[in-house]
């Protein structure tokens, strides 16, 4: 009684001749629709929970426009569940809580311009585990070789079905050409005969905080798989990330947490059709896009489009984490995320015969985008005195934490 | 006595060759050369062609110098001492033949001979003025060499001036009487006609009197009958074979103004080998597309608009059977082998009552009868096909075979390109027909046709595509009298896909979908009278859906089998039609037919709450049909009705009402076509869809059917048209009923269409503005596109200018252009963009509002004929296309792409260079 997943997907196919093309293009909404964007997914986790509102920005924007000063609750279980606006766009529920089986979940927010938007009831998904999270090394279809992290689930209730997947990477960074010594502003004034006085710069010792850190990055897609096709609620080897082997993410050691989502046979088809009309393209057909209507409405205006759909999950979680040897032993390390290339910019450069102003290594070390590297001994002929790299060649501090997270093992 | 016969020459020669009004001059000098060298100076001075066999010419060298001399002076001077007779045709040729002459037109009143009012000629000089040239043996002449007959013994007394000659002709060559025969005598106003035995009575006068033969049937016999007495003559005549110049019958010269019906356009095979080519196909359904009312939503897209329809309104027809997908690779071929295919004949405006079960057009193609004289066939070579068509008499002069295939390498081209990506993906593609045509006898022959498709593709390595198109059709025409005729056709098609995913993990399967459908057709007609002429018939076809299954592939796959319960339905129709001439310019077409369809089970039905969207939650109950139990019946009568009034002979007016039912759609979550949808038969939920089309036309034909004229406006009215919920899967979708709408459409348009279809320039220009808009609305915001408006069709092209011209510069060398421009098609593009789960998504506006940039393409060709030597084994054709000369990256689409949780816009063109392309045919 749902629709079963379609698999055709006509991913690119540049098929039959070179004349036949598709090339990027410069595109810009002739006209933009402004709308209101409710990611609003409460889970079965003891958590303050979070929803997400912003507005559709245009395509040459950066990003959302999130929106404030809603008042945002979550009725269930014969309870309301206030929300408090803790960031722009980001509320939190006043109370940590979690959605309990069998309850009603309904959504209901009124914006500032006084417009008020409600869900359906929607009642928490069954609760199934991760069974295994565990990474191959492999050449994937498209010849690639690197890490694929799969995922093994089974519902033995047969119920859950439908399942998204997020994931958390957490690895350490070692800045290749890490030195003890960093080249800093010097605020005292220098001598008489500097021309550029104000451009002073000292040596310090460079901290070791600054040497491993950990990063952090979270995943940017709508990862669908529905076992439904399947001849029991079982997802077996199912990738939910794979870094190449020349990415410098897996580097040294890596962590990968996934979350599986188990959404309703609804919500599912949402978010697999609105992740279909932006996810692909073909030569020769195209699927017919358009407004997927979701289960929010805005009371006042019948027609009004509402994204977003609401919907009450049952979340599971695993982690893993592996090293570089273990999967590529006695190899070189993939090249590092920069190619830290040397400059020596000049610290003091003449504008005309009489004045003088600071060189691109002292606005280079104010902005905090270079770091030393070593004495110009030549090697870059007609340059500053000092070598320097860009700042996470020496700093990992530019990519990540040196904190090592709780979760952390080594 | 030789002045005479110049003389005769001359008047024979003048009065032929007036035929050709602008005979060419030329300025020669001949120096003791023989005729055959002169007769090859002139072909090389004049762009004329000379026939001749060259034994009859004469071994006299001619001299002389010419300023410009008018050709047919020159021939005659050339030819007057020969046998020779010339005639120059229009097309630039000059045949020269022994003793006969070429006529121009069926002699006039050859019978009145013997009536002639000449009255003046009596005296015996006169006489032997008129006929001089009968006494020379050498000259040239039309006639034997004259016997000359005494008859009876001459009686010096008799008083008599006048005696009475008897006899009887007869056929020499079987000795039967020769009736109806005028028998003349020279100079003289005396005459007879034979009887039904052949006997005749001439009174002659005394002395000499030539008597002649004239006849079609028989040689023109002349006797010198020197009369003495009353006497008997009797004799044979050989039957004539006279050399006509070949007739042209053109029948339905003005047919686009005279036939009744409008909207119905028809394309002949063979003439379209001009017309610039893809990669080297010649393609009946893009030559279609040139034509106003016919479009595809672009260059690679398959399926074909017909006036504001969709792509499933189409009938299209192969002797009869229907082809589900006659498209190969994404329509950028199609499935039709042009080699095989004889004529097409498209319906759009009045489609006739025999015809039903689509709403927008009827594409009756027709195979083309196998050669039952000789071992024929043609082929052709091109960059990604070859084709082959064999044709074979079985019982010579009754029966005979025809096999056409026709192939792609593309495959080989594919694997053999530098790019990684084009490499992976393979594409292949094969049809064969096979038909066959016995004629029994006067009153009955048969047909039998067979066809079959295949393409295959793969676009990824783990998937492989494929789809095949089946067809027999079996045809026994029977005349039972001259006023009666009967066809009894008995067709069954079937369309099938599958696809076969093979990827790295545990899912892999096989999908598949099929339909059948085999349809008996009684087709009678009776030619009542001149004023009626009455078409009716019946047909029923039973349809049978595999609507889908799946299935693991492989023993480590996890996918269930699945498949969704088979579908059938019988679908009826009883037809009548008459073309009825009211008076000499007022012609109706009235057709009735009335359809009646049966959805049969077995099968389970689910209902749902009126009034409310279908959903799992509306459900009521799952109602249990079984085997052939009739689950739901749609009915209805469609009125086909077409009338012309002429205004002048070359100046018509014509109007039609069409109603029409559709009870199958295609299921298309796509915005063209795509060789995965699938049929869907209606049933309790899905109901037939209906379409109510008025058109109006003005037709004119200029210079003595030359050009052809034409003005047409439709407005056509759709109701129940299929689309679905935005982001439904229909594919494998065991509620299909539940993403479902039914929606209304509207067209209209005006087509103007300019054609010359004969002399060294022809093709046309057409014109046409029109609009598509479809509507799809509900109380339920789910169930609603656009808000309920009217929104623009996918192929809503308002705009569409199609030039298709040919030119011959000589006998051997065309070229040929074709010019097309199009309003860019409707899209659906974003109007924003939202992060949803940390992912950035596209908001799209409302359906179609916005199009791709216009379209326009130029393309040429150059056509080289093989030599026209008749002594040749076969006749070769050379075809050198550039297809979009201009090189326009025409957009085809616009889509959008998250990567990297970024959203990144692209436009696909299919083909957006210049593509040269050669072939090569082979006729024999």
């Known amino acids: 009684m749902r629709a079963r997943t379609d698999y055709i997907i006509f991913l690119f196919c540049g098929i039959l001749c070179c004349a036949s093309c598709i090339e990027e293009i410069e595109f810009e909404n002739e006209i933009f629709e402004s709308a209101l964007v409710i990611d609003a997914t409460i889970t079965n986790e003891d958590k303050k929970q979070e929803i997400f509102l912003s507005r559709t920005y245009p395509f040459e924007d950066g990003g959302p426009n999130p929106e404030s000063n809603a008042t945002v609750n979550v009725i269930g279980n014969a309870k309301v569940y206030e929300f408090n606006e803790v960031d722009t766009g980001s509320y939190v529920s006043q109370i940590p809580f979690k959605a309990e089986p069998n309850v009603d979940y309904q959504l209901q927010i009124n914006t500032s311009d006084g417009r008020t938007y409600i869900s359906n009831a929607k009642q928490l998904t069954s609760i199934t585990q991760i069974n295994d999270l565990y990474a191959v090394r492999e050449t994937n279809d498209d ?249 996470e060649c020496g700093d990992c501090t530019a990519l990540g934490d040196p904190e090592p997270p709780d979760f952390w093992i080594e | 006595m030789k002045k005479f016969v110049l003389l005769l020459l001359l008047l024979f020669t003048s009065s032929i060759t007036f035929a050709q009004e602008n005979v060419p001059t030329l300025s020669l000098t001949i120096e003791n050369a023989g005729m055959e060298e002169v007769l090859l100076i002139i072909e090389q001075k004049t762009s004329y062609k000379m026939y001749f066999v060259s034994q009859w010419l004469s071994n006299e060298k001619f001299s002389g110098s010419y300023e410009n001399i008018r050709l047919d002076e020159l021939l005659s001077i050339l030819l007057k001492d020969s046998l020779l007779n010339y005639y120059i045709s229009d097309d630039a040729t000059v045949v020269l033949t022994q003793n006969s002459i070429i006529y121009e037109s069926l002699p006039d009143g050859f019978f009145d001979a013997g009536n002639s009012n000449s009255t003046s000629i009596s005296s015996q000089e006169e006489e032997e ?33 006048r005696f009475t000659l008897t006899g009887k002709l007869t056929n020499a060559t079987n000795g039967g009487p020769a009736p109806n025969i005028a028998i003349t005598v020279k100079g003289k106003d005396i005459g007879a006609i034979t009887a039904e035995d052949g006997s005749y009575t001439l009174e002659l006068p005394a002395g000499i009197n030539i008597l002649e033969t004239n006849s079609l049937e028989f040689e023109k016999i002349q006797k010198r009958v020197v009369i003495y007495n009353d006497g008997v003559l009797d004799f044979g005549l050989d039957e004539a074979y006279v050399g006509l110049r070949e007739v042209l019958i053109q029948a339905n010269v003005d047919r686009n103004v005279k036939d009744a019906n409008i909207g119905a356009t028809k394309i002949d095979v063979k003439e379209i080998k001009n017309i610039p080519l893809v990669l080297g196909e010649r393609d009946i359904f893009k030559v279609a597309a040139t034509l106003p009312g016919i479009s595809t939503a672009g260059e690679g897209a398959s399926g074909y608009n017909v006036r504001g329809g969709k792509t499933d309104q189409n009938l299209v027809l192969l002797d009869d059977g229907v082809i589900y997908n006659p498209a190969h690779f994404f329509g950028i071929f199609s499935a039709i082998n042009p080699f095989t295919s004889n004529d097409v004949t498209i319906y759009k405006g009045n489609v006739p009552a025999k015809f039903g079960g689509r709403l927008s057009s009827v594409f009756d193609i027709k195979t083309k009868d196998a050669n039952v004289e000789k071992f024929s066939g043609e082929a052709s070579i091109g960059p990604v096909t070859s084709n082959l068509v064999l044709e074979t008499p079985v019982v010579k002069d009754k029966a005979g075979v025809l096999v056409g295939a026709r192939s792609t390498y593309s495959d080989w081209i594919l694997r053999n390109l530098d790019e990684e990506e084009l490499r992976k ?68 098609s079937q369309y099938k896909f599958d696809i076969d995913f093979d990827g790295q993990t545990n899912t892999n399967f096989e999908l598949g979908y099929t339909i059948t459908e085999t349809e008996a057709k009684l087709d009678m007609n009776y030619a009542g009278s001149e004023r009626h002429d009455f078409h009716y018939g019946f047909a029923s076809k039973l349809y049978k859906v595999e609507p889908g299954s799946i299935g693991p592939k492989g023993s480590n796959s996890i996918i269930t089998p699945l498949t969704l319960p088979e579908e059938r339905a019988l679908e009826s129709a009883v037809y009548i039609s008459d073309i009825f001439q009211l008076n000499d310019r007022l012609t109706l077409e009235a057709g009735l037919r009335f359809s009646f369809y049966a959805a049969l089970g077995a099968s389970e039905q689910n209902i749902y709450a009126d009034g409310v969207p279908r959903s799992d939650g509306t459900l009521v109950e799952v109602r249990e049909f079984g085997q052939n139990d009739v689950i739901e019946t749609y009915s209805a009568p469609e009125v086909r009705v077409s009338g012309r009034y002429l205004l002048n002979p070359s100046l ?63 407005y056509k009215k759709v109701d129940d048209i299929l689309d679905y919920k935005v982001g439904s899967q229909l594919l494998l979708n065991e509620t299909l009923e539940q993403e479902v709408l039914q929606g209304e459409g509207k067209s209209y348009g005006a087509e103007l269409l ?171």
Request: glycine share 6%; hydrophobic share 35%.
């Open chain 1, 143 to 391: 010849g690639a070789n690197g890490m694929s992290i799969y995922i093994d689930t089974f519902d033995p209730t047969g119920n859950s079905k439908f399942y998204r997947y997020e994931y958390e990477e957490t690895f350490r960074v070692e800045p290749p050409v890490f030195v003890s010594q960093d080249l800093v502003i010097d605020t005292a004034p220098g001598e008489l005969a500097d021309p550029c006085p104000d451009c002073q710069l000292k040596f310090e010792f460079r901290s070791q905080d600054k040497r491993i850190c950990y990063r952090t990055e979270t995943s940017k897609n709508i990862n669908l798989i529905n076992s439904a096709d399947f001849t029991e609620d079982r997802v077996t080897r199912f990738l939910t990330r794979f870094v190449r082997s020349d990415d410098y993410r897996i580097s040294h050691r890596y962590s990968i947490l996934v979350k599986q989502f188990v959404h309703s046979s609804e919500a599912y088809n949402y978010l697999e059709a609105v992740s279909r009309f932006s996810g692909e393209g073909s030569l020769f057909s195209q699927v017919q896009p358009g407004f997927v209507t979701g289960n929010i409405v805005a009371q006042n205006n019948i027609g009004e489009k509402v994204l977003g759909y609401f919907d009450v999950t049952s979340v599971s979680t695993k982690r893993i984490f592996f090293n570089y040897e273990e999967f590529y032993p006695n190899q070189p390390l993939p090249p590092y995320i920069n190619s830290c290339e040397l400059k020596a910019p000049l610290r003091c450069v003449q504008e005309n015969n009489t004045s003088f102003r600071c060189g691109g290594l002292v606005n280079g070390i104010r902005r905090n985008i270079i770091v030393y590297r070593g004495p110009n001994n030549g090697q870059i002929p007609l340059g500053g005195a000092h070598l320097m790299v860009d700042r």
């Open chain 2, 129 to 161: 003025i008129a006929a001089p040239v009968f006494f020379n043996e050498t000259t040239a002449s039309e006639v034997k060499k004259i016997e000359t007959i005494r008859i009876g013994r001459e009686d010096r007394n008799a008083a008599k001036k």
């Open chain 2, 425 to 492: 993906s393979s594409a292949s593609f094969y049809d064969v027909v096979v038909k066959y045509n016995h004629e029994l006898d006067g009153k009955n022959n048969i047909k039998a046709t067979g066809y079959y498709s295949k393409d295959a593709f793969s676009i990824t390595s783990d998937s492989l595509y494929s789809y095949s198109n089946r067809l027999v059709a079996l045809q026994w025409n029977h005349t039972f009298n001259d006023k009666n005729t009967g066809s009894l056709i008995l067709t069954n």
């Open chain 2, 652 to 714: 018509s007016v014509k109007g039609s009402f069409n109603t029409n039912y559709q009870y199958i759609h295609t299921l298309s979550s796509n915005t063209t076509v795509s060789p995965t949808d699938t049929w869907k038969l209606s049933d309790i939920n899905i109901k037939p869809q209906s379409a109510t089309q008025f058109s109006m036309g003005i037709f004119k034909n200029l210079k003595d059917n030359l050009y052809e004229l034409s003005l047409e406006g439709y």
């Open chain 2, 754 to 924: 300019l054609r010359k279809s004969k002399g060294r320039w022809n093709g046309w220009v057409g014109y046409t503005y029109s609009r598509s808009f479809v509507k799809l609305d509900s109380n339920f915001a789910e169930e609603r596109v656009n808000n309920g408006e009217f929104f623009p069709s996918n192929y809503d092209k308002p705009h569409d200018f199609s030039f298709v011209g040919n030119f011959k510069l000589t006998k051997r060398y065309s070229f040929s252009a074709n010019f097309v421009y199009q309003t860019g098609r409707p899209v659906t593009v974003p109007v924003g963009n939202f992060i949803l789960n940390d992912t950035e998504l596209v908001l799209f506006s409302d359906r179609n509002e916005f199009r791709v940039p216009d379209y326009y393409r130029l393309d040429i060709s150059f056509n080289i004929e093989g030599n026209h030597k008749t002594k040749k084994l076969a006749h070769s054709f050379w075809n050198i296309s550039i297809y979009n000369v201009l090189g326009r990256n025409n957009p085809y689409s616009v889509f959008f792409v998250t990567e990297g949780g970024e959203v990144k816009a692209f436009q696909s063109s299919i083909f957006s260079i210049p593509i040269p392309t050669i072939s090569y045919n082979l006729k024999f």
